[in-house]
């Protein structure tokens, strides 16, 4: 497994260098996102490490935190995608980064301080919630411009394999870190990753235009004509419809995975990053299958796949017992899950894009991040309830069981199934949105 997963990382560079890491400033953007993915898998573990076993944090209480970090993007998403439309979006990135990073460091001051509370936790979370609704769709947009629409899932499985690299050593550093320095203090090591970041991205030296803005521009037209792409067209409304149904479910997930772990396994800070460590080799591996997965199987098919694996393994975690074997169980569960996230991933941001005009991407991007994400908290708390009411373990079984139900029924019901490849999208007009006129077709 060692072996295959190395060929791959080489393979996946080795593209890289004969392409788009050859162009200085997506290579620059590129390492910029590694250095924070390393960093964001610290705060993954230690944010809800720090709730779960400083604050004795309950399942309710850790479905409304994962709520809080969602809320965001149902109060302000759609008005994110005007503003990014607008302006240039390096700058809002640059902005955006700096947030987080004074964000979180507010957590390992007010522990050295003696004042951490839940009450923090949930207002971190809020803020950083915000900050993702602007800095996530910037990110996308920027990305496809240095990109452009024909390399996006070269460009995303880039992204995507540096992502999965650092799944595969962060969480093991970020268990050390922890155990070593307590789980408020290990987030610092995030906030570096940030001071690093910004000093690479002020490397770059793209001269982005400013958008053209309309003289009688306004704001809830400019929304309403957002909603009316995303709602109206035929490979986005589809789209839409898996990523909303799935988000909720994967809410529950997020609110229940680290407690379930510690609680119901009994596993340490180390050995859930070593599990998640396992996790990481299976998003690799989907980073550097995926464009032989498309073009065998066109655009459509592993978006579907991917979240079927997804409630494989909330089924398997359903199954777990707490046992000695409990850390490789979890492993594989997260392997699986990861792997099949990415591959879900990868395709959906690529085709969103791909068949998005130039003048509405980030409110595309924003206005679809707004329907998968409003309804997110409700299946955190949902979870939360649920996890108190009838046990995790009856919690996973039940969302695997749902997500499965929904995948087989979206295959079954949309057009999802026959979306082919993005270069066979860019030669069919009638998948395709006119780039000047932003008229749309039907399949």
Known sequence: MKVRLAMGLQKLLTLG??????????????????????????????????????????????GL???????????????AGVLIDRVRKFPIVVVCEITICVALASIPIAALAGRLSM??????????????????SAVQVFLTQLAGRERLIEANSLFIGAESTARLTGPGLAGLLIQWLTAPFAILFDCMTFVVSLAVLSRMRHAERRPVVRHDANMWREIREGLALVLGHPVLRPLTLVSTSWFVVFQGWTALQTLYATRE?????GELGAAHMIGGAGALLSAVAARHVTRRLGTG????????????????????????HA??????????????????????????????????LGRMTATMRFFTVAAGPLGALAAGHAAEAFGLRETFAGMGTLVLTMAAILYLKTDLSSIPDLASIASEPKLAVDSATGEIGSL
């Not at 009450?119 to 996530?136: A, K, N, W």
């Open 17 to 62: 260098r004969a392409g788009l890491l050859a162009q200085r400033d997506f290579r620059l953007l590129w390492i910029s996102s590694t250095v924070t993915s390393f960093g964001s898998q610290t705060t993954m573990l230690a944010l809800p490490l720090t709730a779960i076993l400083l604050l004795d944090a309950t399942p309710r209480q850790m």
């Open 65 to 79: 935190l994962v709520a809080l970090e969602a809320l965001p993007f149902s109060l302000f998403s759609l008005h």
């Open 119 to 136: 009450t923090l936790m949930y207002v971190v979370g809020f803020v950083l919630g915000t900050v993702f609704v602007f800095v996530g």
């Open 265 to 269: 396994l009994g596993l340490s800070a």
């Open 301 to 324: 098919v592993p978006i579907l796949l991917g979240v079927g694996c997804s409630a494989v393994a909330w089924m398997i975690l359903a199954v777990v017992p707490k046992s000695d």
């Open 327 to 360: 850390l490789a169980t979890l492993g594989v569960a997260l392997f699986v899950f990861d792997f099949g996230v990415m591959l879900y991933w990868i395709n959906y941001a690529s085709l969103r894009q791909a068949v998005t005009p130039d003048a509405l």
